[in-house]
């Protein structure tokens, strides 16, 4: 493994230790919080009073408060929440709430014991993201890291977080795109190899690859919509950052 690639699961290791103490304190805060505020904020879908589901990735997930436990709900669940509706699943589809209601509805049907707990570091990002979440809508607007509150701090540190992810695409902008599209993300049209991820529905990361040619090595660049610090703060946007690279070494 390389320098780049131990540096970014030391970064994920030292954060999973952090998240580990406040996973069970952000489950009591949430227990002390308005469902119906929650989602409203979040963009998550209320499924009873105390579960709702939340867009992560190419994935749902289920936030059951009760249990205090985060599942997964993968593409084949929804698949077969989804059986005989002839709909096809897209979370990010300007249909994405009609399709989510339906699949919600299909749900109780469902075995909720077949869904799979996902890991606590992710859980906790998750749950980082519901608490903090306002509400505030997307600006369309995109700025870099170091434009956000606190920015600055970590900004120095973000060129070698993206690092591993240019070295693997230097020369492979076409793959680039096709696993942004196979994490839930979508091709950006304004530029040559550009995609934007979306961790939440609410929280997208644009990446722009430039390829390495004769005269300049691979470059990728990082930007954020100017809405992110009203749902992940800077620390934990940087995290999620790293966990982002992660998802497209594998």
């Not at 985060?70 to 709430?97: F, P, R, V």
């Not at 795109?177 to 839930?184: D, M």
């Not at 090595?217 to 919509?225: G, K, S």
Request: no cysteine.
């Amino acid at each position: 493994m390389d320098n780049h690639n131990s540096k970014t699961n030391e970064d994920l290791n030292r954060n999973y230790e952090i998240f580990e103490k406040n996973y069970e304190i952000s489950f009591s805060e949430l227990l002390n919080k308005n469902i119906a505020d929650i989602a409203n904020k979040s963009g998550a879908e209320i499924y009873d009073k105390d579960k709702f589901l939340l867009s992560f990735f190419e994935k749902y997930v289920l936030i059951d408060l009760i249990n205090r436990k985060i599942s997964i709900i993968s593409a084949k669940n929804l698949d077969d929440m989804n059986a005989g509706t002839n709909i096809k699943t897209d979370i990010y589809s300007e249909k994405s709430i009609s399709k989510k209601s339906i699949a919600k509805k299909q749900f109780h049907n469902f075995n909720l014991k077949k869904l799979e707990e996902l890991d606590l570091f992710s859980s906790a990002i998750i749950l980082h993201f519901i608490l903090t979440a306002d509400g505030t809508p997307l600006a369309k607007e995109w700025i870099s890291y170091r434009e956000l509150p606190d920015g600055l701090f970590y900004a120095s540190t973000i060129p070698g977080v993206l690092k591993p992810i240019e070295k693997k695409y230097e020369n492979s902008g076409e793959k680039f795109i096709e696993n942004i599209l196979k994490f839930g993300g979508e091709k950006n049209l304004n530029f040559k190899f550009a995609g934007v991820i979306y961790p939440f529905k609410r929280f997208p990361i644009l990446l722009i690859l430039d390829e390495k040619d004769d005269e300049f090595e691979a470059n990728i660049r990082v930007l954020f919509d100017r809405s992110a610090s009203h749902y992940l703060k800077s620390d934990i946007i940087k995290t999620i950052l790293v966990y982002t690279v992660r998802k497209l070494l594998i």
